[in-house]
């Protein structure tokens, strides 16, 4: 069975600083792994998507990696902002379902 | 472009009342969809997912229901709700041409159950 871990479960680091956030996975099996964004009680947004045969994605600030073999992924933000604040997901399509993690929870201070 | 609309945004049910909850996709066509309950300290669950018009797969046995009566409108029912059932409920949506692809989601329904 797939587990996904997020390690922080919160962080708070002051405005400008890069964020650096965990996702490790037991079943290095996956198709893709997703990262998504939560605000307080909103919908979650797509950041990136990275599939098996990639090692990394870039949008804008933001830079994911993947290393199947270790069953890790990273997801680094750069230059924080306060917008940056919320609830980060990462989730892995193990067979054909997402699992997601618990989430780290982000606050950025001005 | 895609938007997904979920309705109600929120919703308080007498334990024993019936539910449906109603999702809809614009801008794709036969997308694969997805029921998630998000409850607290439960993290994301999944619950329904549907390749295509009537085909529903259940991913987790409970007292709730899915149903797909057209191509993107994706409804999550129940006859009587449990106290258990209150949680963040979100649909999403993925290009079904592409396999297993980036999912999207909505913006939820928050379900309390009294």
């Known amino acids: 069975k797939q587990e996904v871990t997020q390690i922080p479960a919160a962080l708070s680091v002051p405005e400008g600083e890069n964020l650096v956030l965990n996702c490790s996975f037991t079943?290095?099996?996956?198709?893709?792994l997703q990262w998504f964004r939560q605000d307080p009680g909103k919908g979650l947004t797509s950041l990136l998507l990275?599939?098996?045969?990639?090692r990394e994605q870039t949008s804008g600030r933001l830079n994911a990696s993947l290393d199947k073999s270790s069953g890790r992924s990273t997801l680094y933000i750069a230059a924080s902002q306060p917008g940056d604040s919320a609830t980060y997901l990462c989730?892995?399509?193990?067979?054909?379902?997402?699992?997601f993690g618990a989430g780290t929870q982000v606050v950025v201070t001005p | 472009s895609q938007t997904i609309h979920q309705w109600p945004a929120t919703l308080v049910q007498p334990v024993g009342s019936p539910l449906s909850l109603e999702c809809t996709v614009e801008?794709?066509?036969?997308?694969?969809l997805y029921w998630y309950r998000q409850a607290a300290g439960r993290g994301l669950q999944l619950l329904f997912y549907?390749?295509?018009?009537?085909?529903i797969s259940s991913e987790v046995p409970q007292n709730l229901s899915a149903s797909r009566p057209q191509d993107r409108q994706f409804i999550l029912s129940s006859k009587k709700l449990l106290l258990s059932d209150s949680g963040f409920y979100l649909c999403?949506?993925?290009?079904?041409?592409?396999?297993?692809?980036?999912?999207?989601f909505g913006p939820g329904t928050r379900l309390t159950v009294l």
């Open positions: 999403a949506w993925s290009v079904a041409a592409s396999g297993r692809g980036e999912q999207f």
């Open positions: 990275i599939q098996s045969s990639q």
């Open positions: 549907s390749v295509g018009i009537g085909q």
């Open positions: 989730a892995v399509d193990s067979w054909g379902k997402l699992q």
């Open positions: 801008g794709t066509s036969n997308p694969n």
């Open positions: 079943d290095s099996a996956i198709y893709n």
